[in-house]
């Protein structure tokens, strides 16, 4: 619990402005007067430069209880256990008084992005739009008395290395690194009880940040051995990379190829780039149309799901190397997770696991969902977002009336500064949007076969081969008062060819979605969520979890394509063209839906 006795992404990020920012450059021996305490410890090598708008007059320090205001630091040190170059900004409260402690609270970029600099900070946001820079956020917390450290992860802005994805033996390093830096160097921090009440003087610590920014939290709370986090919010973050970049062994071929491109250009400041590992291996992966091993086991050590499930991981980048560390389960730590529904990166049920991760460590653990995510990027077409609903829900950050960033704040305040009951405004049971201002509050997401169980009957597709889908029409039509569906559908589905085809071989590749038929005739892929299903026998999976309220007179469906432009080049016809494949497919089996019923309204 903190001490309460001391009074008080997909990425889109401003590089630091070059003689305009008019940054200036000080020697560590001048930090004192910045309340920068002590060394910079161990062999770190610290350059320190300050806002022109924010810099002090040389030589002034306000006396022991006189307040200023806050600047924002640049800082650069160099992490002894990779030998890379980090950097990070360190942002005082906005008003900060000598003598007095703060709550600090971590921010990372998306993939591709770099930190919030000491350039000036743009204005808060539109309420309710996501904050995609983490400008907005940054000054809210300083404004309620946060001191907010932005970091550069490895390979990305002015931080050296080459890229490798949240990897715990280098861009873990790095981040313990920062840690240890600040409390060696900072006598401004507040300290108190640990989450897990092992230490009773332990850093006040938050985490917050979307995509790589989520990722960086939870790799944090499960490698640090001082256990420093007490409060974490990551928003759009994977659960586990190698399902999440290739569903059912098939590369996701508009995300895939974007996500490579904004990791190689990510650090062009410092000359870094992806490594070469990752980039050899994507090229091989896209070439035979599934993750190599060696790529899958790289992934699967950077995800989370390495740590809550115990995975065994041989290799972390090819022959001869191994992950340095086992798996284990987090500390008790607080979690609010947000997640997109209509997310076709990293979709609603990676952040589902990851929430059901934390769950077991006993911490106060909270999930809602958004219609915003990696979906407002359009990497991947959403037409469903402009036909069936209003096209403004995409840039609305919020569960119901419940604002993410809102959310975020009070959580961080009955957990980083103790004010009982701040995050009352955060439902308790999982929040699911259904549409921009719509959600359900549900005491636990149904899943698989707690569903709403209907039979698919053989149901013909040519794997392969683009076009409308098959439409399996699942129960009776939907009564005058409509009906929610909300959680995450299971299919239990055989694939079967004829003789001939069999005789001719290959190995197709279907893919299945929710579906909803309206009266109209119109047809609508729920949430645009899609799961591919990989060659001929039986299939048991999830599908994406989904959220939607159904109108009356509409009927649920099952829709199953043979070829999906999601999947444009990784799909039955590939890259792999001794692999290709048109080939005639019947499905049956059984699916169960999360049907929730009629009376459920937004929180």
Same mark, same amino acid.
């Given at each position: 619990m903190p001490q309460t006795s001391s009074p008080s992404l997909a990425p889109r990020r401003r590089l630091p402005r070059g003689l305009g920012a008019a940054l200036l450059a000080v020697p560590l021996v001048c930090a004192t007067s910045w309340a920068l305490a002590g060394s910079a410890g161990g062999s770190a090598s610290v350059t320190v430069s300050v806002s022109a708008p924010l810099a002090l007059p040389s030589g002034t320090t306000p006396q022991s209880g006189g307040s200023r205001a806050g600047r924002a630091i640049d800082v650069k040190i160099q992490s002894q256990a990779t030998g890379d170059t980090v950097a990070f900004t360190l942002f005082e409260p906005a008003t900060f008084t000598e003598g007095q402690t703060y709550p600090l609270v971590l921010h990372g970029h998306g993939y591709g992005g770099s930190r919030a600099t000491a350039s000036p900070?743009?204005?808060?946001?539109?309420?309710?739009?996501?904050?995609?820079?983490?400008?907005?956020?940054?000054?809210?917390?300083?404004?309620?008395?946060?001191?907010?450290?932005?970091?550069?992860?490895?390979?990305?802005?002015?931080?050296?290395?080459?890229?490798?994805?949240?990897?715990?033996?280098?861009?873990?390093?790095?981040?313990?690194?920062?840690?240890?830096?600040?409390?060696?160097?900072?006598?401004?921090?507040?300290?108190?009880?640990?989450?897990?009440?092992?230490?009773?003087?332990?850093?006040?610590?938050g985490a917050m940040g979307g995509s790589y920014g989520g990722m960086y939290q939870l790799l944090l709370a499960h490698i640090d051995p001082k256990r420093r986090l007490d409060a974490i919010v990551p928003e759009i973050a994977p659960?586990?990379?190698?399902?999440?970049?290739?569903?059912?062994?098939?590369?996701?071929?508009?995300?895939?190829?974007?996500?490579?491109?904004?990791?190689?250009?990510?650090?062009?400041?410092?000359?870094?780039?992806?490594d070469p590992f990752l980039l050899?291996?994507?090229?091989?992966?896209?070439?035979?149309?599934?993750?190599?091993?060696?790529?899958?086991?790289?992934?699967?050590?950077?995800?989370?799901?390495?740590?809550?499930?115990?995975?065994?991981?041989?290799?972390?980048?090819?022959?001869?190397?191994?992950?340095?560390?086992?798996?284990?389960?987090?500390?008790?730590?607080?979690a609010l997770f947000v997640q997109g529904m209509r997310d076709t990166l990293f979709n609603f049920n990676e952040g589902l696991a990851n929430y059901q991760c934390l769950m077991r460590s006993g911490g106060d653990v909270r999930l809602m969902t958004t219609q915003t995510g990696h979906n407002s990027l359009q990497v991947v077409p959403d037409?469903?977002?402009?036909?069936?609903?209003?096209?403004?829900?995409?840039?609305?950050?919020?569960?119901?009336?419940?604002?993410?960033?809102?959310?975020?704040?009070?959580?961080?305040?009955?957990?980083?500064?103790?004010?009982?009951?701040?995050?009352?405004?955060?439902p308790r049971q999982a929040c699911l949007?259904?549409?921009?201002?719509?959600?359900?509050?549900?005491?636990?997401?149904?899943?698989?076969?707690?569903?709403?169980?209907?039979?698919?009957?053989?149901?013909?597709?040519?794997?392969?081969?683009?076009?409308?889908?098959?439409?399996?029409?699942?129960?009776?039509?939907?009564?005058?008062?409509?009906?929610?569906?909300?959680?995450? +559908?299971?299919?239990? %589905?055989? #694939?079967?060819?004829? =003789? &001939?085809?069999? $005789?001719?071989?290959?190995? /197709?590749?279907?893919?299945?979605?929710?579906?909803?038929?309206?009266?109209?005739?119109?047809?609508?892929?729920?949430?645009?969520?899609?799961? +591919?299903?990989?060659? %001929?026998? #039986?299939?048991?999976? =999830? &599908?994406?979890? $989904?959220?939607?309220?159904? /109108?009356?007179?509409?009927?649920?469906?099952?829709?199953?394509?043979?070829?999906?432009t999601q999947y444009l080049v990784t799909g039955s016809l590939s890259l792999n063209v001794r692999q290709a494949t048109v080939m005639p497919v019947t499905v049956s089996g059984t699916t169960w839906m999360p049907r929730l019923g009629t009376d459920l309204r937004a929180p």
């Open positions: 900070i743009a204005a808060p946001a539109v309420p309710g739009a996501p904050d995609l820079t983490g400008d907005a956020t940054i000054q809210d917390l300083r404004a309620n008395g946060y001191g907010v450290v932005s970091i550069d992860q490895r390979g990305h802005g002015d931080s050296s290395g080459n890229v490798r994805v949240m990897d715990p033996d280098f861009e873990g390093k790095d981040l313990l690194a920062i840690l240890d830096w600040l409390e060696a160097n900072l006598n401004w921090l507040r300290y108190g009880v640990s989450a897990d009440g092992t230490d009773p003087h332990n850093l006040v610590l659960h586990d990379l190698p399902n999440s970049l290739a569903p059912g062994s098939v590369p996701k071929a508009l995300w895939d190829p974007a996500l490579l491109a904004l990791g190689s250009k990510a650090g062009v400041k410092t000359g870094s780039t992806s050899e291996q994507f090229t091989l992966s896209f070439a035979q149309n599934r993750l190599t091993p060696g790529l899958k086991d790289f992934f699967a050590y950077h995800s989370t799901s390495y740590w809550c499930n115990g995975r065994a991981v041989l290799t972390n980048g090819g022959p001869g190397t191994r992950p340095e560390l086992l798996p284990r389960q987090a500390p008790r730590v607080n037409p469903g977002a402009y036909l069936f609903q209003n096209p403004q829900d995409q840039v609305k950050d919020q569960c119901g009336r419940v604002q993410t960033m809102a959310a975020r704040r009070a959580f961080f305040d009955q957990h980083l500064k103790g004010i009982a009951g701040a995050a009352d405004v955060v949007s259904l549409s921009g201002d719509d959600a359900v509050l549900v005491d636990k997401v149904t899943t698989g076969r707690a569903g709403t169980a209907y039979t698919v009957p053989a149901t013909q597709v040519v794997a392969g081969v683009q076009g409308a889908p098959a439409i399996v029409k699942l129960g009776a039509l939907t009564g005058g008062r409509g009906d929610v569906l909300a959680g995450v +559908p299971q299919v239990q %589905l055989n #694939l079967a060819t004829n =003789a &001939l085809s069999a $005789v001719v071989g290959g190995e /197709p590749i279907v893919f299945v979605g929710t579906g909803v038929v309206y009266p109209s005739g119109l047809v609508e892929l729920v949430d645009n969520q899609l799961q +591919p299903l990989r060659g %001929l026998g #039986l299939h048991d999976v =999830a &599908l994406p979890g $989904v959220g939607k309220r159904l /109108p009356a007179g509409s009927q649920l469906a099952l829709l199953v394509y043979g070829a999906h």
